[in-house]
């Protein structure tokens, strides 16, 4: 049986289900150490941590549904700036937060690790929690 993703990224591919608690703000924290993706330049795989930081309106991600959507990105040739950005926007078109932040680690590559963080609205980061 193929684990490989089946369909190019798409954010039809992310589902969700409806927040009980739409009276009050409260933040949702998702950390994925394992996404990947492909550099369109050089072909080889970048490998990073995304974490999403989310006070929810009216809708959550459902898990599942988001593992899949991010696995779709392992044959994607996408640059950093590009696919972190993306994901925000579909996150953001499917769920309408109230607010959210996607936090993008890649990990080295030729000694020089990437950071990116973006957020809806723009500019209005949300910070970690311990």
Known sequence: MSTA???????????????QFPGRDYLIEI?????????????QPDFGTLTFRYIPDKTCVELKSLKLYLQ??????IFYENVTNRILDDLVAVLQPRRMT???HFTPRGGISSRLVVSHPSGEHLAAHA
Not at 72 to 77: N, Y
Request: charged content about 20%.
């Open 5 to 19: 993703p089946s369909a190019k990224p798409s954010r039809d591919q992310l589902e969700t289900f409806a927040n």
């Open 31 to 43: 950390v994925c150490p394992e996404f990947t993706s492909v550099c369109p330049k050089t072909g």
């Open 72 to 77: 779709a990105f392992r044959t994607e040739g």
């Open 102 to 104: 996607l936090v993008a």
